[in-house]
C-alpha cells in the first residue's frame, strides 16, 4: 500500500538537507502511493521549546475556531507560544514548555487534530505528491540530520490528511514511524497498549507499531532491542523504518514479504522500499546496495 | 552497439526502442538506468542488452531470446518468466529473482533475494554469492546452482528440478531433501559455469522434492449421484449431501475436494425481481434489433477494448480442468455471437487462440503456461487474484488430469495432483500489484485492455485497489461461481453472494467519488439473460456465464468434474472421454444458448421500456427476500414474487 524512505547524515549536524533528498527519494518511488504523502523531519531542536503542529480546516470546522481552542488548551497547561502559522491544512506553534509532553497530548488529541509534537521533531503530510507537499509546506528547506518520509495509496481507510504517514507515537516526543505493510494482529496488541493506559487516534495498523515501540522506549528498552521485539511480537508482512532524535531504525517481517534495500557510506545511510528512490540521490552512479534478510533489524545513531 | 540514455527519456519509450532495435538485430547499450523498473521487459529478439548501472524491478521480464548484462544491481523479479536468452548481473539481484522463468539462464555474481527461483519451470539460476530465505519455493522444474550459502526453507514445496549449494543450507522447506549428486551432474555445472567464466572448484550439495506432499495421501472417493436439486437441498440440516459428506471424509480423513459450484442456498438472482408489469415481455420477437446492446470493456486507459455484440462475456475456465475439445466449443460459440472468450488458468491452447476471436489471457501465481508470446496474441490480459468459488485457494488439478500434453504447456511435472499458489510471487499488496500491471503493459505496448479478477471477499477494498493499480475493467466473480475442483467447504462457506459483491463494488467506488471509472463484469452463478438484465440494472457493465454455457455444451452436472473422468467429455483429458465431445454440435448448441440470452436481454430491457442496456436501472428492481434486500439495499417487495415465478417461462 506504501512506499518508505529513510535517510541519516553521519556528519554535518543539523544543517543537511534532508527534506530536499526525502522528496527526491519519495518521488522515486511516488507509484507505489499515489494518495498522500508526508515527513517526518528532526533538526538539533532545544531543550524545552516544543515544536506542534495541527491539522486545521481539514473537516468541517472552521479553522479558526480550531486554532482559538488549541490554544485555550496550550493555556491552560501552562504552554508559552512564541510563533504560531498558518501552513497550507496545518497550524504550526513554537512554544515553551517543559512539563508532561504525554498529558498535553493527550489533553490536546482530545479537542484538535495533531500531527506531531517534539523538540526536534515536525511532521509534515498531507494529500497529494511530494512534490505537491513540498509546494505547500516548503520541504525543501528543511535543514536537519535525518528524516523519514512515505508515499500511501489509500485502500482500507478513505483518502484524507490525518491517514497519511508518517505517525507520531502520541505523547512520546520525536518518535515517528513509516510503514510498508499490514499487521494482522492489529486488534490484539492494540487492546493489550490501551489496557496499559495508551490512547489510538486512528485505526491504522502503523500508529500501533509508533505506540508499540514508544512502550518499549518508555520502559528504558533501547530501540535496537525494541526492534528486535517487535519482529516476533507484530504479526504479519512489514517493513517498517522508525527515527527518534538521535536514532534511526527498521524492521523487516519474517517472511520478507515487503520489500527494502538500504545504501550506506561515510555520509550516510538510507533505506528504502525500491532501490531506483535511493539511486534518486546519487544519479547515473550504480550503487552498491544490500537488502536485509527475513527478519532483520538494525539501528543507527548521528 | 546502440546507446539508450534514460536520464533522457522514459521507460516506455526506451522499451519500444529496445524492441525495435532488437527487431533489426542490433545490440543496445542503456545508460543511467538509476534502478528504474522493466528495463528490457517484452523483448523477444536475440540480441546484447547492456545495462549500465542498476536496474529495478522486472529486468529482463517477460523476455526471449536475448542476452541481457547489468552492471550492477536488479530489483525483484529479475529475468520474470524469461524464456530462452540470458542474463548476468554483476552485482546482487533483489527477491524472486528467476521467477517462473521457463529456459532462460540467469547468473548473478553477488547475492540474491528472498523466494528466489519461486514457480521456475525450466532453466539455470545460478548465484554466485548468498541466496536468502525459501530459494526454490514452489519451483516446479530447472535448477538453481548457489556457490555460497542457503537461508532458511530452501526448496519449500518444490514440485520439480534441482537445487544445488556449495555453502551451508540453513534449513530445508517442506518436502524438500538433500540426495547425492551424480558426477554427470558436477560436470554439466561446471559446464555452466565455464561458460560464464566463473572460477570455483568445490562439490555441491543436491536438493529435490522429497515426494512426501505431491500427491493427496488419500484418494478422492466416487460420490453416489445426487441429483442437484437434493444435493442443495431442501433440508439444510440432516439430507443425503450431508451424510455423503460425514461418509466419504470417515475414508479419506480430510477435507473433500469437488468440482462444480456450490451446492448452499443463498440470496441470488432469484430473490430479486423487476418492480415494473412484465406481462407483455417477450412478445416482440424483433426485440434484439430494437435494443442497443453493443458493448466495449477494456478501454479507458487507451488499449483496445474488447468489442462485445452484447454486454456478455465467457467466464474464465481453463484448458486443463476442461478438455481441450470442450474450451474449442467454447471458443468457436463465443465467436459466433460476437463476445468474448477468457483462457483461465494453465495457458493458451492453439484451439483456444484459433477458435475465439477475441480471446482474454489469465495471469495466476503459479504462472502455468503463462508466456510473452501468448500475450502478444491475446486481446486482452487479466491478472487472476482469486475466484469466487473458493477466494483466497489457488487452483486444483488432480493427477489424472495432469496428463503429459498438459504438463508440457505448464511447464510441471506429469501426475502429480497441482494445487496452484494461492497468491503471486510478485504480488504482495496493492504497490508491487502496481509495478506488476506496468511490466505487462511494457511487455504488450499498451496495446490490449489488462483486468483483474477478483473473488468476491474483501470486495469493498479489492475494488477500490483495482482502480488505484489503473487496471482497465474488473471481473468480479461471487461465491455462487463455479469451479474444476476445490475443498468443498471453501465452496459452500467462503466469499460473499453475487447479488452482494456488485453493491459492494459499487459502494466502495462511489465512496471515493468515482463511480464510473472502472467497468464491471459480474460473474458467479448467472443462469441465463434473466440473471445478466439483473446485474446489469445493479450496475455492472457486463455479465459473464460460466457453468451455464458448459449446461449448454452438455455438462450433466454431476458435480465431479475433479475426478478427470467426465463422461460427457467435458472436465477430462482422457482422450476416450474426450472423443465423446462433439465439438461442432456442442459449439452450436452453446451458441444458441448465448442467442437466447441476449433476446432475454432484449426482451427485458424492452419491456422495462428502454432502448439501450445502459439506461438499465437498480430502480428497476426490489428484493423479495429480506436478506437479499439487506445485502443489496434493493427495497424490500415481496408482492412481485408471482411475476418473478413466471418470468422464466414467458421470456425464454
Known amino acids: 500500500m506504501c512506499g518508505v524512505a ?70 491552560e497547561h501552562g504552554v508559552r507560544v512564541i510563533k504560531e502559522e498558518r501552513q497550507a491544512n496545518h497550524f504550526r506553534a513554537v512554544a515553551d514548555f517543559s512539563g508532561d509532553i504525554q498529558k498535553l497530548s493527550y489533553a490536546l488529541e482530545h479537542a484538535a487534530k495533531v500531527v506531531s509534537i517534539g523538540r526536534s521533531l515536525e511532521i509534515l503530510k498531507d494529500v497529494g505528491s511530494a512534490h505537491d507537499i513540498d509546494k505547500q509546506y516548503d520541504v525543501r528547506h528543511f535543514k536537519g540530520s535525518h528524516g523519514l518520509g512515505h508515499v500511501r495509496m489509500a485502500t482500507e481507510s478513505e483518502v484524507n490528511p490525518e491517514a497519511a504517514h508518517p505517525f507520531w507515537a502520541t505523547g512520546f516526543e520525536d518518535l515517528a514511524i513509516v510503514h510498508n505493510g499490514q499487521i494482522t494482529n492489529y486488534f490484539k496488541m492494540r487492546r493489550r497498549l490501551e489496557r496499559r493506559g495508551f490512547e489510538f487516534h486512528t485505526d491504522n495498523d502503523s500508529e500501533l507499531i509508533a505506540v508499540y515501540l514508544a512502550d518499549k522506549l518508555q520502559q528504558d528498552v533501547s530501540l535496537k532491542e525494541a526492534l528486535r521485539m517487535s519482529v516476533d511480537d507484530l504479526d504479519g508482512t512489514f517493513s517498517f523504518l522508525v527515527s527518534t532524535k538521535d536514532e534511526i531504525g527498521y524492521a523487516k517481517d519474517r517472511l520478507a514479504a515487503k520489500p527494502m534495500i538500504m545504501y550506506e557510506d561515510d555520509d550516510i545511510i538510507a533505506l528504502a522500499s525500491e532501490e531506483v528512490s535511493l539511486n534518486r540521490l546519487f544519479p547515473g552512479k550504480a550503487l552498491n546496495t544490500s537488502e536485509p534478510p527475513p527478519g532483520a533489524y538494525d539501528t543507527w545513531s548521528r | 552497439m546502440v546507446q539508450i540514455d534514460l536520464a533522457e527519456i522514459p521507460v516506455r519509450r526506451a522499451n519500444e526502442l529496445i524492441r525495435e532495435h532488437g527487431a533489426k538485430g542490433e545490440d543496445v547499450e542503456v545508460l543511467n538506468p538509476d534502478a528504474r523498473h522493466h528495463v528490457g521487459v517484452g523483448l523477444i529478439s536475440p540480441i546484447t542488452v547492456r545495462v549500465r548501472g542498476s536496474a529495478g524491478y522486472f529486468c529482463a521480464g517477460l523476455s526471449d531470446a536475448a542476452r541481457f548484462l547489468v552492471d550492477s544491481n536488479t530489483g525483484w523479479g529479475l529475468g520474470d518468466n524469461m524464456y530462452s536468452g540470458s542474463v548476468v548481473v554483476g552485482g546482487n539481484a533483489g527477491a524472486i529473482a528467476g521467477l517462473a522463468i521457463r529456459g532462460a539462464e540467469i547468473v548473478i555474481k553477488g547475492n540474491m533475494g528472498s523466494r528466489s527461483g519461486q514457480v521456475m519451470k525450466k ?51 517442506a518436502d524438500a531433501q538433500v540426495v547425492d549428486i551424480a558426477a554427470d551432474e558436477l560436470d554439466n555445472i561446471r559446464e555452466f559455469l565455464d561458460r560464464y567464466d566463473i572460477s570455483f572448484k568445490g562439490t555441491f550439495k543436491k536438493v529435490v522434492n522429497a515426494g512426501k506432499q505431491l500427491r493427496y495421501a488419500t484418494r478422492e472417493q466416487q460420490v ?254 461471487g461465491m455462487q461461481g463455479s469451479t474444476g475442483a476445490g475443498g468443498a467447504e471453501v465452496m459452500e462457506y467462503v466469499g460473499i453472494p453475487t447479488i452482494a459483491a456488485i453493491r459492494a463494488a459499487l459502494d466502495a467506488l462511489e465512496e471515493i467519488g468515482r463511480s464510473g471509472e472502472i467497468q464491471i463484469v459480474l460473474m458467479g452463478g448467472l443462469r441465463d439473460g434473466i440473471d445478466a438484465v439483473k446485474a446489469l440494472c445493479m450496475g455492472a457493465d457486463a455479465a459473464a456465464f460460466g457453468t451455464a454455457t458448459i449446461i449448454a455444451g452438455g455438462c450433466i452436472a454431476c458435480m465431479q468434474c475433479h475426478v478427470g473422468q467426465c463422461v460427457t467429455g467435458i472436465a477430462t483429458q482422457d482422450p476416450e472421454h474426450e472423443k465423446r465431445y462433439n465439438v461442432p454440435v456442442e459449439a452450436q448448441n452453446i451458441h444458441r444458448f448465448l442467442e437466447s440470452v441476449r433476446f432475454q436481454i432484449a426482451a427485458l430491457t424492452q419491456a422495462l421500456g428502454y432502448d439501450d442496456v445502459k439506461k438499465l436501472s437498480r430502480d428497476d428492481l426490489v428484493a423479495l427476500t429480506p436478506e437479499a434486500a439487506v445485502m443489496t439495499g434493493l427495497p424490500f417487495d415481496p408482492s412481485y414474487r408471482d411475476q418473478e415465478r413466471e418470468i422464466r417461462s414467458r421470456v425464454r
Open chain 1, 6 to 75: 529513510g535517510i541519516m547524515f553521519k556528519n554535518g549536524g543539523g544543517s543537511n538537507e534532508t527534506g530536499r533528498a526525502l522528496i527526491e527519494m519519495l518521488d522515486g518511488c511516488q507509484h507505489r502511493g499515489p494518495d498522500s504523502t508526508g515527513f517526518a523531519l528532526y533538526d538539533a531542536g532545544e531543550d524545552d521549546r516544543l515544536h506542534m503542529r495541527f491539522f486545521v480546516g481539514t473537516g468541517d470546522e472552521d479553522p479558526k475556531a480550531q486554532i482559538a481552542r488549541i490554544k485555550e488548551i496550550l493555556a
Open chain 2, 224 to 477: 453416489r449421484s445426487i441429483p442437484f436439486y437434493h444435493f442443495s437441498g431442501d433440508c439444510d440440516y440432516w439430507n443425503p449431501k450431508i451424510q455423503e459428506d460425514i461418509y466419504i471424509k470417515s475414508q479419506i480423513g480430510r477435507y473433500r475436494v469437488r468440482g462444480y459450484g456450490g451446492a448452499r442456498a443463498l440470496p441470488h438472482f432469484s430473490d430479486i425481481a423487476f418492480r415494473k408489469d412484465l406481462s407483455r415481455a417477450g412478445e416482440d420477437a424483433e426485440a434484439v434489433s430494437k435494443v442497443a446492446m453493443h458493448t466495449q470493456i477494456g478501454g479507458k486507459s487507451g488499449a483496445k477494448p474488447l468489442d462485445l455484440t452484447m454486454p456478455v462475456l465467457i467466464a474464465p475456465m481453463s484448458y486443463g480442468a476442461l478438455s481441450a475439445s470442450t474450451k474449442a466449443a467454447i471458443g468457436m460459440a463465443s465467436t459466433l455471437s460476437g463476445i468474448a472468450e477468457n483462457t483461465g488458468e494453465g495457458g493458451m491452447s492453439e484451439a483456444q487462440r484459433s477458435n475465439a476471436k477475441q480471446l482474454v489471457f489469465q495471469c495466476l501465481g503459479g504462472r502455468l503456461g503463462w508466456n510473452i508470446h501468448d500475450m502478444n496474441r491475446a486481446d486482452g490480459l487479466e491478472v487472476y487474484i482469486s475466484q469466487g468459488a473458493k477466494p483466497g485457494f489457488g487452483g486444483q488439478l488432480l493427477a489424472k488430469k495432469v496428463t503429459k500434453e498438459l504438463a508440457e504447456i505448464r511447464g510441471i511435472p506429469q501426475g502429480i495432483d497441482l494445487r496452484s499458489p494461492s497468491r503471486h510471487p510478485d504480488i504482495l499488496g496493492p504497490d508491487d500489484l502496481i509495478i506488476k500491471v506496468e511490466e505487462l503493459r511494457e511487455a504488450t505496448g499498451y496495446r490490449i485492455p489488462v483486468s483483474v479478477k477478483l473473488g468476491a471477499g474483501r470486495v469493498h477494498d479489492d475494488v477500490k485497489i483495482a482502480l488505484k493499480d489503473t487496471f482497465d475493467f474488473i471481473e468480479l466473480d
Open chain 2, 123 to 173: 532453466g539455470t539460476l545460478c548465484c554466485c554469492g548468498n541466496a536468502n530465505f525459501m530459494a526454490g519455493y514452489m519451483m516446479y522444474g530447472g535448477r538453481i546452482i548457489i556457490l555460497g550459502d542457503s537461508g532458511e526453507r530452501l526448496g519449500e514445496n518444490m514440485a520439480g528440478g534441482e537445487i544445488f549449494v556449495a555453502g551451508e543450507i540453513q534449513s530445508l522447506g
